[in-house]
């Protein structure tokens, strides 16, 4: 199993950007998908999953900012950030809600003027 995170870059404050996350070789649709994220000298964090029936859940951070959805035909998962802020840097993951698979390389956002 793979997971291959992209989309992550250098963005301004206050603007948008989609991350995405594709998994190979796993029962994709079968599972609760999670967005997490890592910050320089921080543990990682919890930010957005979706159920297996389309049921959103955010972490208070990113909520009414951040949307997180899901396409089983593609096995790919997309977090969607708008209004996004300096705190919002991080290297960008996903992973299943239990983190049953191995981790892939992230995505960094970078969010500086």
């Known amino acids: 199993v793979q997971l291959v995170e992209s989309g992550g870059g250098l963005v301004q404050p206050g603007g948008s950007l989609r991350v995405s996350c594709v998994a190979s070789e796993i029962a994709f649709s079968g599972y609760f998908w999670v967005w997490y994220r890592q910050a320089p000298g921080k543990q990682r964090e919890w930010v957005a999953g979706i159920t297996t029936g389309g049921g959103r859940k955010y972490a208070d951070s990113v909520k009414g900012r951040f949307t997180i959805s899901r396409d089983n035909a593609k096995k790919t998962v997309y977090l969607q950030m708008s209004s996004l802020k300096s705190e919002d840097t991080a290297v960008y993951y996903c992973?299943?809600?239990?983190?049953?698979?191995?981790w892939g390389q992230g995505t960094q956002v970078t969010v500086s003027s």
């Open positions: 992973n299943t809600d239990q983190a049953v698979v191995a």
